[in-house]
């Protein structure tokens, strides 16, 4: 059975690579642009894990990440936060607003289907 794979990101170029990497490894991937289009997504697919963009329009990843966290049919799927370099003060507050992990913006197309899958195995109980 293949992993699914949600991506929030309104940079469409970023979400392009990321969808053609994940794919090209077996992934299902399911995209959304902004926040409030991603939770939706996130409760009706259920996916494995999110890649969730910090820097959204309206609804940033902070206040998304607390809204998958706080509803009970999202809140064990695992929030890998996408950062990027200019913003390294900021993982500490990504990290408390409920991602599991963060990932560094630009991504390296060579160790980026690891880095995701490293997260598949996160067991949601151990953070509680
Ligand atoms: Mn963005």
């Given at each position: 059975m293949s992993h699914t794979l949600l991506i929030i990101e309104d940079n469409l170029q970023n979400s392009y690579m990321m969808r053609f990497l994940l794919e090209k490894h077996g992934f299902e991937v399911r995209t959304a642009e902004n926040g409030p289009d991603g939770i939706r997504s996130a409760v009706e697919y259920?996916?494995?894990a999110i890649l969730l963009?910090?820097?959204?329009?309206?609804?940033d990843g902070y206040a998304v990440a607390g809204r998958l966290k706080a509803d009970q049919l999202t809140n064990c799927i695992p929030i890998i936060a996408v950062t990027s370099?200019?913003?390294?003060?900021?993982r500490e507050k990504i990290l408390s607003a409920g991602a599991t992990g963060y990932i560094e913006k630009p991504i390296n197309p060579e160790t980026f289907v690891n880095e995701i899958r490293q997260y598949l195995s996160w067991d949601c109980k151990e953070e509680e």
């Open positions: 259920r996916p494995d963009d910090i820097q959204l329009p309206g609804m370099y200019a913003m390294a003060g900021d």
